[in-house]
């Protein structure tokens, strides 16, 4: 082609210890050796594995290999070395995988995403949080960035306890996928986090696999304190959990850190307790059965009290529960028909009812999080880049496999396909439109299976709802569907024997999938009756979990034609889901972490090499190798080429056009070989762009050492004006001492001369006049608080501090001591707060009640005017705004925040609230009106609850504070004047609004 420009190719490029032979294990990017098959590959793994060499690349892909067992290689010595560093130059590691994230999304402001896979128990979750813990450290975002991650690091208990759960392959698998949000600013800092949850496994609520568990919170509940109250004294009781043998021994440990979370992610005692009450009537509803009244028509012939118990916990009647369960409500033409369920489908309702409430509980818990990790004001993150992690459940492959594996393995062929089309279909995609010849490579494409699954309306979940809308339909009937509809496909294989079964070939290997339990598990039809139920009950949280959902609109709007409307299955909200994670990632720039499980005891230092050979082959590794060592997997756009390395052939202020000879002369200069140029981009082996950004760095070490010289040339600068400033001081300082010895001789002169005046009076009888009173002094505590006055006045007020609209914010109170402060804030609650002027100094002190005493922070002004606390590294433009701040966020890691503001002290016999600020004030808004106080309380009630605006009678007002106590005044009389210069106390003329 007449636009494409080649190259003669250089010899073949060695390995990165020399060409071979090559030292085993040693190799860092397996792509590198001149021959890789299959042997080689695992030979290589297990080398390093042996070496404790867990990470290691193939192109740019890490493989990572689980080695069971903690490993000092996660410590700040190692985080500095990988800092924008070439990744060719360090060992592989995770970190380098987070390095190339988050200095791409910098340099090209596109918003990135790690897709981390794998076997279940092959490192997932742990290299999720390593990934997270370097990005962080690398945006330097300081204390803001560390408690981010600490906030995650600690809500992460209680997304394991309500989302893992045991199974025959991993004893803490996920059994939902997570997908975390790291939101940055311009400046590269780390500014939020969201977590987003699919896909979670709520047919594991109902039903578990032999040799299962259910999710570990039902488990850790019976080690609650309310465990009793609940009605939980056995889990052999319920069977939700009847196929476990035994409780976890961890439970109660386990109970105390979810308990902690909780605590963290600012779960109030009346949530909590809420919370544990949902779990309990899961397990409740599990003892519900159901007999027959008559024919086809269900009753409830469980225990009175497991309805009583369900009922009380879940905040609903009895009898609307027992309705619910057992009939169900529709309007046809507006008229309301109500059908009495069988004793089956009251059992599917049951069901139905458990799963919907375990996984509203678990958005609402996520969405809660997500409050904690969000700061305020940051709505629209549209403005803001994004690292996107990924971490979902992985392929699973067991003797018997059901509907929960179908989706998981669903999901990673879905995962496979957006794998392939990032490494494989956009290159192939790219090479054509660039009239680059591609024909060489060639891979295997997964597209067809799943349009298998999910194409419409003859796909495979398609079919699956389609039967579930069948009354008698069966497990049976479904097979023969599957049959006759995909007999013919190429990755679907028929049953040979009557055996309720099939067999889909996948990416990973053939699965043979039982069919037990698939319409079953498919349905979550939630009655409306039962949506209505739970959006009426008194318990807030249940309320919350129902509202603003699809039932909640449905159960709305009474009167339109709800007989066909059919709820959701759990495969249509699966493919649902998956679709927008897909989409969310389609939009971000992958990186890959491919993670391999050494053996199935997980067990350190055991590498099964028939088992880990298996996962190397479903995850597409060796077809990656091939396609990675002969492609080009980095394209850039021309003018992208120029704006990144045309440096590395033209001076910094040349004005060059990005065209394809300016890219060849940037190739040719770098002596950089076997590229290709397309019509609008420069295509790179991903080796090449090392190689790039190797030259291009001597002239950063170059910028490097211009500024170093620059700098030191102004600091040699400002430290001589230092010098010859100190010099003139010190001359001034000879002046001004030579010249007060002269005023001294000038001053004894005098002194002598009136000495010799007063001499000649006295012996003339000349009596001297009378002297004048002395002037009474101020003391310096006077003085102080004078200047304390006047400061406020002249700098703070004009800001408005303490003060909004005109008036004065209730948390403000004047020139009052650490003593009287503590006695306003002792009989309040934990959390209320107050601001006090400072009398001896020019600032603020923040004064707030926590469960055993007061604590009390200097609040600080910085030379640009604003404000912190001390010790505390937020900075705020004004003390207003930095006190609403830490009514939102945590002062420090106790979790202390500001919760209710303090009011004045109200005078017990007038009501009258009598405000300490009258100094600071004009005296126009001096005046009030009385205050309403509260009515006694009979002695053998409980206390009553102090008002935020009030004080106890028996706690008085010092008595040395120099200015006396104002009567109250009747209104339309003048109050007499105060016998002393000290200001009059203000009357607020209204309550303080918060």
Not at 481 to 486: N, T
Not at 573 to 601: E, W, Y
Request: aromatic share 10%.
């Amino acid at each position: 082609h007449s636009h494409l420009l080649f190259v003669m190719p250089p010899p073949p490029r060695p390995a990165k210890s020399g060409s071979k032979p090559w030292l085993k294990g040693e190799v860092d990017d397996l792509v590198s050796l001149s021959n890789l098959d299959e042997a080689i590959l695992l030979e290589e793994l297990q080398c390093r594995y042996d070496k404790k060499k867990i990470y290691t690349y193939v192109g740019d892909i890490l493989v990572a290999v689980n080695p069971f067992e903690q490993l000092s290689i996660y410590g700040k010595d190692q985080q500095l070395k990988y800092n924008d560093t070439v990744k060719s130059k360090e060992q592989p590691h995770i970190f380098a995988m987070a390095d190339q994230a988050y200095h791409n999304l910098i340099r090209n402001g596109k918003n990135q995403c790690a897709v981390i896979s794998g076997e279940s128990g092959a490192g997932k979750t742990e290299s999720a949080k390593l990934l997270m813990k370097h990005i962080i450290y690398l945006c330097h975002s300081g204390s803001e960035g560390e408690d981010i991650e600490q906030r995650i690091i600690e809500v992460n208990p209680l997304l394991e306890a309500f989302g893992n759960a045991a199974t025959r392959m991993n004893h803490n698998s996920s059994r939902f996928g997570k997908y975390t949000e790291l939101d940055f600013d311009n400046n590269g800092a780390v500014v939020g986090a969201k977590i987003s949850q699919y896909l979670l496994e709520k047919s594991r609520v109902v039903q578990q696999n032999a040799g299962e568990n259910n999710f570990h919170m039902f488990y850790y509940l019976f080690s609650s304190p309310s465990a009793g109250a609940l009605g939980l004294s056995s889990h052999k009781d319920f069977p939700y959990l009847a196929r476990t043998s035994n409780l976890p021994k961890n439970c109660p440990a386990m109970y105390q850190g979810v308990t902690k979370a909780m605590d963290t992610v600012g779960f109030s005692p009346d949530e909590q307790s809420s919370m544990h009450g949902i779990l309990a009537s899961i397990l409740h509803l599990s003892k519900v059965t159901f007999s027959e009244a008559r024919p086809d028509v269900s009753q409830v012939s469980s225990s009175p009290k497991t309805l009583e118990q369900i009922s009380n916990l879940l905040g609903i009647g009895v009898a609307d529960l027992t309705s619910a369960l057992t009939t169900t409500s529709s309007y046809t033409r507006g008229e309301l028909i109500k059908k009495t369920f069988t004793c089956e489908l009251a059992a599917t309702c049951r069901d139905a009812f458990a799963k919907a409430l375990y996984g509203r509980l678990f958005e609402w818990i996520v969405k809660q999080i997500n409050e904690l990790l969000t700061p305020a004001g940051m709505d629209d993150m549209s403005e803001y880049l994004e690292i996107g992690i990924l971490d979902i459940f992985g392929f699973e492959h067991f003797e018997k496999n059901g509907f929960e594996q179908l989706c998981i393995n669903v999901a990673n062929e879905q995962l496979q396909a957006f794998f392939n089309e990032h490494i494989f279909q956009s290159e192939l995609e790219e090479y054509r439109k660039e009239g680059v010849d591609g024909s060489n490579i060639t891979y295997k494409n997964n597209q067809g299976l799943l349009d298998m699954f999910f194409a419409r309306p003859v796909g495979l979940l398609s079919l699956l709802d389609e039967e579930c809308r069948f009354p008698k339909a069966s497990d049976l009937t479904l097979i023969d569907k599957f049959k006759s509809q995909f007999s013919s496909h190429a990755d679907y294989t028929a049953p040979r024997t009557s055996e309720p079964s099939f067999t889909i070939s996948h990416y990973a290997g053939s699965v043979k999938y039982h069919s037990d339990g698939f319409l079953e598990r498919n349905k979550d039809e939630l009655s409306p009756d039962v949506t209505a139920l739970c959006l009426g009950s008194s318990v807030s949280v249940v309320h919350n979990m129902f509202s603003g959902t699809e039932e909640d609109e449905s159960t709305k709007s009474s009167t339109t034609n709800t007989a066909r409307k059919r709820a959701k299955t759990v495969s249509h909200q699966f493919a649902t889901s998956l679709k927008v994670l897909m989409t969310k990632m389609r939009k971000c720039m992958a990186h890959f972490v491919r993670c391999i499980k050494p053996n199935t005891s997980q067990v350190p230092k055991k590498f099964v090499g028939e088992f880990v050979n298996r996962q190397l082959k479903y995850t597409g590794m060796l077809e990656t190798t091939r396609i990675r060592r002969e492609g080009y997997s980095f394209r850039p756009t021309f003018s992208e080429f120029m704006e990144r390395w045309g440096i590395l052939a033209y001076a910094p202020t040349a004005r060059i056009t990005a065209t394809q000879d300016t890219c060849k002369h940037v190739l040719d200069t770098s002596n950089v070989a076997n590229w290709l140029l397309g019509k609008t981009k420069v295509f790179l082996r991903y080796w090449q762009v090392e190689q790039l950004d190797k030259s291009i760095k001597m002239f950063h070490d170059y910028a490097k050492t211009i500024q170093k010289v620059s700098k030191g040339f102004v600091v040699r600068k400002m430290i001589a004006r230092v010098k010859q400033r100190k010099e003139q001081q010190a001359k001034d300082i000879r002046s001004f001492i030579t010249s007060l010895s002269r005023g001294l001789v000038k001053y004894s002169e005098a002194q002598n001369t009136q000495n010799v005046e007063d001499m000649r009076r006295f012996a003339a009888g000349i009596k001297p006049k009378p002297a004048a009173p002395p002037v009474p002094q101020k003391s310096e505590k006077e003085l102080k608080r004078e200047a304390s006055v006047l400061w406020w006045k002249e700098k703070e007020s004009p800001k408005g501090a303490g003060q909004k609209n005109g008036e004065v914010l209730p948390w403000f109170h004047g020139l009052i001591t650490r003593q009287e402060a503590e006695q306003l804030l002792k009989p309040r609650f934990v959390g209320t707060f107050l601001v006090r002027v400072s009398e001896n100094r020019f600032g603020y002190t923040l004064s707030y009640r926590i469960s055993d005493r007061c604590r009390h922070y200097i609040v600080e002004q910085d030379t640009r005017g604003n404000y912190k606390l001390h010790g505390v590294p937020k900075i705020c433009s004004s003390l207003n705004a930095l006190i609403e701040w830490f009514s939102r966020h945590r002062i420090n890691k106790e979790g202390d925040m500001l919760r209710e503001a303090c009011g004045q002290f109200v005078n017990p016999d007038t009501g009258i609230e009598e405000c300490n600020y009258g100094e600071l004030l004009p005296p126009p808004q001096r005046g009030g009106k009385r205050v309403a106080m509260p009515p006694p309380s009979d002695s053998s009630a409980p206390p009553p609850i102090v008002r935020r605006d009030s004080k106890p009678p028996h706690l008085q007002p010092p008595a040395n504070r120099g200015a006396p106590q104002l009567p109250h005044v009747p209104r339309g009389l003048k109050p007499k004047p105060a016998t002393t210069d000290a200001p009059p106390l203000i009357v607020r003329s209204n309550k303080p609004r918060f």
